[in-house]
């Protein structure tokens, strides 16, 4: 009776919903993409603090000379680690577009042509 009680305390707590901070994983200077992403464990929901994604987004794009960025499409779950048909961990990415064109990136562009 007590393992069985074990394993379900164990479930409950996996079960939980976590907060997430999203880091960028990747992306492309010329497309104007940000992807950030995070991992996420089975029986888990995830909470994400949208602030601080779209902070991190724009961060990026404005180091490649854009102005801010913009969310776009849903979530993509990938599974990263799996034992037969049960995923025991999930890559999800979120995507965002540059936006803009900021001054810096004109400057550059004008001083390396010149």
């Not at 069985?4 to 479930?11: D, E, N, Q, T």
Request: charged share 15%; net charge positive; glycine share 8%.
């Amino acid at each position: 009776m007590y393992r069985y009680s074990f394993i379900l305390a164990a479930m409950l707590l996996a079960g939980c919903t976590a907060s997430k901070t999203p880091v960028p994983v990747k992306g492309s200077e010329v497309a104007g993409v940000v992807r950030l992403g995070f991992d996420l464990a089975p029986l888990q929901t995830a909470k994400v603090d949208t602030y601080l994604a779209q902070s991190a987004a724009s961060h990026q794009c404005q180091q490649w000379g854009y102005i801010a960025a913009s969310p776009y499409g849903e979530p993509i779950k990938t599974c990263s680690l799996s034992s037969g048909a049960l995923c025991l961990n999930q890559k999800v990415t979120l995507e965002y577009q540059c936006r803009g064109i900021g001054m810096e990136k004109y400057v550059r562009d004008r001083i390396i042509v010149q």
